[in-house]
């Protein structure tokens, strides 16, 4: 089951794990785009918005991966930063997850063997102004992941976080022709000085190598890694 899967890196994962063998849950609230994939991969789309708690308990309780992918950005300073905003932020990226994972562990435990991947971010290691919402979210989220990491761990469950930097998604692209906009900077100058002034490596990571990622913590020979965080992120976090 991956969450977020008709977009960016959710389909980049729905599409690797697909290919590996996985009967794919696709997981979003828009309609379209889940449906393509779904019908594209030989997968079931379930139309769900996770900022509705209960929303999530009209979906399948019997994943054996659990890929926690769907989120969302909101970028203003705390003073002004709208509190309904970052309820919902918190609501689809926290405790959505939580709420699946209550709701898939059981079956997991029945059969001694699960997978979770939770799809954070270098904001969930490292904080940024103007993110308030999204770098508590996703250091939740790995908090979250570690706990299921220790409770899971004895019924052949895995919990791990991938942690990408800035990857080229529609979620990012907004990101760049926004700050374009407000810098009056072309594009280009967005993302070489601003996006990846931190980062070793100066290039977007793409949704595929994420994926790929969370295909290897799905296969044997990541049985023995649980609850850490895998930081895809061109060297950001060394320093
Ligand atoms: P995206 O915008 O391309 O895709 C996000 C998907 O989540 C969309 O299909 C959207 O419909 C779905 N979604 C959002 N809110 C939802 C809700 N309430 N209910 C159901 N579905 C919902 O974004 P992306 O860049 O692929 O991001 C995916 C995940 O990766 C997010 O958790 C994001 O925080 C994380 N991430 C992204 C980047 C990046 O640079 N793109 C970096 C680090 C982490």
């Given at each position: 089951?991956?969450?977020?899967?008709?977009?960016?890196?959710?389909?980049?994962?729905?599409?690797?794990?697909s290919?590996?063998?996985a009967f794919?849950?696709?997981?979003?609230?828009?309609?379209?785009?889940?449906?393509?994939?779904?019908?594209?991969?030989?997968g079931?789309?379930?139309?769900v918005d996770?900022?509705?708690?209960?929303?999530v308990?009209?979906?399948p309780?019997?994943a054996d991966?659990?890929?926690?992918?769907?989120?969302?950005?909101?970028?203003?300073?705390?003073?002004?930063?709208p509190?309904?905003?970052f309820?919902?932020?918190?609501r689809?990226?926290?405790?959505?997850?939580?709420?699946?994972?209550r709701?898939?562990?059981?079956?997991?435990?029945?059969r001694?063997?699960?997978?979770?991947?939770?799809?954070?971010?270098v904001?969930?290691?490292?904080a940024?102004p103007?993110?308030?919402?999204?770098v508590?979210?996703?250091?939740?989220?790995?908090?979250?992941?570690?706990v299921?990491?220790?409770?899971?761990?004895?019924?052949?469950?895995?919990s791990?976080?991938v942690?990408?930097g800035y990857v080229?998604?529609?979620?990012v692209?907004?990101?760049?022709?926004?700050q374009?906009r407000?810098?009056?900077?072309?594009?280009?100058?967005v993302?070489?000085?601003?996006?990846?002034?931190?980062?070793?490596?100066?290039r977007?990571?793409?949704?595929?190598?994420?994926?790929?990622?969370?295909?290897?913590?799905?296969?044997?020979?990541?049985?023995?890694?649980?609850?850490?965080?895998?930081?895809?992120?061109?060297?950001w976090?060394?320093?």
């Open positions: 089951m991956v969450t977020g899967a008709a977009s960016g890196i959710g389909r980049a994962c729905a599409l690797a794990l290919a590996e063998g794919v849950h696709v997981v979003d609230r828009s309609r379209a785009a889940a449906q393509r994939l779904a019908e594209e991969i030989g079931v789309a379930h139309l996770l900022s509705v708690p209960d929303a308990d009209t979906l309780d019997d991966v659990l890929v926690n992918n769907a989120g969302l950005q909101h970028v203003a300073p705390l003073h002004s930063f509190p309904e905003r309820a919902f932020m918190q689809v990226m926290v405790e959505a997850p939580f709420r699946l994972l709701r898939t562990l059981p079956r997991m435990y029945e001694g063997w699960g997978r979770v991947v939770n799809i954070s971010s904001h969930g290691l490292r940024s103007y993110k308030s919402a999204y508590a979210a996703k250091h939740a989220l790995e908090g979250l992941s570690k299921v990491a220790l409770e899971a761990a004895a019924h052949g469950v895995t791990n976080c942690s990408p080229r998604t529609p979620l692209e907004e990101q760049i022709a926004a374009a407000a810098h009056g900077m072309p594009e280009e100058e993302v070489s000085r601003v996006m990846l002034e931190r980062t070793a490596l100066k977007l990571i793409e949704p595929e190598e994420v994926a790929r990622a969370v295909v290897w913590l799905c296969t044997p020979h990541a049985d023995g890694i649980t609850g850490i965080s895998l930081p895809l992120d061109g060297g976090t060394i320093r």
